[in-house]
C-alpha cells in the first residue's frame, strides 16, 4: 500500500475514498455493444447498456469460475459469460444455467447502482448504511442546454486521484507547463488574483488576468481583437470539478458576471479513483464558437488533448518521484491555497467515515 | 506465493506438485544443436542432446560463476559454459576448466533424469526417496503407430496448470469459446450425456453428442455426408490427459467402440508446471485425414491453434482474476464434475506426501 | 533489498557503496543544453551545466510538489522547474518563486558536489564528516595528452556495479564471450601467465600472451606482420578501472615497459552504483592508430561496443540467474585471483565505514 504522499491526515484504516456519493464510472458513448471492463474506487466492474436502453454495472467475475464477465456477450437477456455461457441480468442475478434445469440461489454476482445523467454514467459509492443511493447524480445541464457544443475522452492515469485535483485547482502551472496551447504568459498566470473560497465539500477559486495576451488556444477559436481580459473559475467537490474558463476583448465588458460574452470553455472534470494508486481522468470540454461550430470544437479539443497530455505527463512524473523519494516535507507556495483546502476536505471526509 | 486460488485442499508447506512421477519436459524435435533453457517444477533446467543421441538435463546454473549454462555450446564432449569455458558432462560433472590441470571434485551442477519417448521428453520428477525411477515413462503409441499423422507445439501459460485441467476436463465450454473452430452448437454441448468415472490416479469423461451438426474442422478435414455421430473421450493424469474425440456419419455405426470409423482427433495434452502460477502445455494432435494427409495435418493443426489460443486467453484472463478479487467461493455447476474429481485427485496426492 | 549474491561479508547495515571517494557521474559531452537525469549511489540526481560553463549536481525533485527538476528549463540564472516555474541555482538555493515577493529560506533542493576533469564528471560521494571533497578528482592525462585519439559510451546495467569489476578483472574470458572482437584463442588466454599484485585500495593483474595470434579488432587497427607479442594491464580501484592492452610483432621488442610501441588500447572503465542491483558503465577506449585516425578510432570503437554488448548480455543473465537460484555456493577457479582480490577490498571498506 502505497500512502497518498502529499496528503497529511490520512487515516491509516477505513475506506481509502469518500462515501456516500456519486462518482464518474464514464460516458454514455462508451456504452455500445459489448460490455466495458472498468476498476473503480476498487471494484473491478463490467458495465453495460441492457437491451432496454438502461445502464448497468456488475462485478466483473462470473460466480461460476471466475471469468471477467466483460468477457463475455450482450443478449436481450442480459450479458452472457464467455466460457461456460452462464447468463446474468442486471440485477446480478444469473438467468439461465446452459444445461441445467435448475439455477441454484446461490448463483449472482454482485451489483452495483450506476445511473445516467447529462451523458454521465455515475457510480453510487456508498457505505454498508447507504448502499441505496440518498439523491440523485449531479445535474451537468451544459452539455444537453444548445448553448455550448462539447466533446470528451477518458484518461488512465498511473498517479492518485488527488494529484489531479491538485493540477486542476491551480492553473499557475499554465504558464510552465502549457505553453503551446491554453498557457500564455507565465508571469501574468503567476501574478494573476486569485480568490479562494468554499465550505466543508466544495472549493472556489476565481482568478482574473486582466489585459493580457491570448493564448493559441483562444485565439484559434475566437475572434480577438487584441489584448483580453481573462477569467478563471474553478469549483471542486470530491467527485469533480467544473472549471468555466474564458475572456472577452480587453475593457469591452465586466468578466464577474454569469452572463458574460466572448470566448468560453466549461470544462467537467470527473475524477474517481481506480485504485490508491492510479484513476480515471473523464473530461468534457465545451465551447461556444462564433462560426464554423464543428470546425472550432475539433480544435479546441485536438488542443485540450495536448494540454491534458502534458498534464498527464507532469503528473506522473511527480508521482513516480513522490514514490521514488518516500514521504518528505514539501515547501507551499502562494498558488496551493484552493489545493491545501480541497486536500483537507477529502481528509476530512475520511477521517469521519474511519 | 499465490495459493491455487480454485483448489480447496492443498497443504500450506510439503512439496508443490505431486512426486515420483514423470512429468512431459518437451519434445524430441525441440533438441536440435542448442541447448533449451526451461524452468520446471520450479527447476531452472538446460535440456540437451548429447552426441551419442541421448538427452540430458542439469541445472541451468555453472557452479563457478552462475551464468546460466543454456547460454553456453555443445561439443562432442558436452555442454561448454558461454563465460569462462567449463566443460560440463551429461551426469553434471565438470570435465574441463581451461587454463587448469586439475578439476575439483566440488566442481559439478545436479543432473536431472530425462527419458526420450515416442517423440516425448519425459522429466522425472522424484521424492528424495526415489531419486532414481522405479518405472519408465508412459508409452503414447499414436505418434508412431502409422495409422495417424501429427503435429504438435509448446505453449507457455501465465496460469496454475490445474486451470488447464479444469478447461480439458469439460469440453462443454466448446460451444462458447470455439465458436470458429471445433465449437458447434452451444445447446448440444451443454445438453451432452456425459459420463464420469475414474480412480485415485485418473479420471475418465466421455460425452457423445448423436445426430449434432459438424463444426467447421470437422468438416474441412473429413468428407461427411451431413449430420454426425460425435464422441468426447476424455482421460486425465496428473501429468498429461489423452482425448480422443471423433465423429462418423449420423446413425451409421456405433460410436462406443475402439473401432470406430470416421473422422479421428487424438489429442495428446502435457501439462507441466513451471511454477505454481506458470505453467508449460505440451501438445500434439493426431489425426487420420482419408486424403492430402500433409494438407488436412495443416489444417487440423493450423485450426487446433486457433482453438488453443482462444483457450489461452480465456484461462490466463480467469487466473488474473482469481488473482485480482483474491479466494472467494465459487458456484459449482453439471459440467464440472470430471475437473473437480481431478482437482481432489492432486490435492490427495499433496496431501499424501505433505 | 537484493544481497550482492557474490559477496561475502557484506555489513547489514551501514552504507551500501565505499564513502569518501569520487565517483564516475558521466563524460563532459553529455552536458549540453538540457539538465540530464541521472541515478547514482542511490540518489535521483539531476545534472547540469551552469551559465558559466561549470557543472552542478542538485536532488532531482522540486522542493514544492517534488516534481523531477531534470524535466525543467536551464536559463543563464539556473534551472527552472517545469510545474511552477521555481529557479533554482547550482548551490540548490531557490531564487525566485513566480508570483511571490518572498522565497522563504527552506525552500533549497540538497547540492552534491560535481567536478569536470579530463573529460570526465566526477560526484563526491562523502560520508557525514566528509561532505566536502579532501582531494580532487583522480586525473585521466590521456583523454588529452595527445597520444590518442578516444571515444566512449554510457552503459546501463541491469546488475550490481562488482559483477562488472569482476569481467573486467579477468580477462581470460575474451576467449569465450569475445570471439567476434578481441577475444582470440581460448586456449591462449586461459593458459597466459597472469600476475595479480596490489594494496588495500587497488588490484593490479597483468597478463602477458607472447607469440599468440592477434584478434579481429587488432589486425582491422595494426597492420602487424603476423603472430603478436600481448599484453593486458589491469588497474582496479573501488571507483574505475584503467586497462592497458596492446601488442607488438612477436618477438619485435619487449612488451613490459611503459615505452613499448606497437598497438595500444587504454581502456578507462568507470563503474557506479546506480542502486545495490543496478549500475552505470561509463567507458572510453583510446587508441594509437598508425594512419587513418578517424577512421580506425571508428571501428575500434564500434568493435568496441560489440564486445561490451556481449558483456552486458553475459553480465545481466549472470545476474538473473543469481537472483533466481539465491544465495549458494560458487566454485573459484585459477582466473579468479583479480576479481576476489577487489571484492575483498570492497567488503573491507563496507566494513569500515559500517
Redesign the interface.
Known sequence: MIPN??ATVVPASGPDFPQDRWYVAGFSWELSGKPLARTLLGQ?LVLFRTADGGVAALE??C??????LS?GTLESGGL???????LFGADGRCLE????AKV?G??LVKAFVLRERDHILWLWHGSDSHIVPDREPPAYPHHDSGQYCFGGDVYHYAAPWQLIH?NLL?L??L???HLRTIGGN??I????QMHVSGDEQSVRVVRHMLDSEPPPTYCDAYPFKGRIDRWQEIEFQPSHLCIWTGAVDAGSEPIDTADRGGFHLRGFHGVTPETKETCHYFWTQATNPVAAPEENLRRVLEQTRLTFDEDKQ?IE??YR??L??GE?S??????DAGANRARRIIAGLLASQA
Open positions: 504522499p502529499i473491478p466483473d467475475r460466480c461460476h469460475r471466475a471469468l471477467p468477457l452472457r459469460c464467455g466460457y461456460h455461457g452462464l444455467i446452459p444445461g441445467q441454484p446461490k448463483a491538485d491551480d499557475s502551472h504558464g510552465y507547463v507565465a508571469h498566470h503567476m501574478n494573476a507532469v512524473a511527480q518521484n513522490l521514488r523519494f518528505r514539501m515547501v507551499d507556495i502562494h498558488v
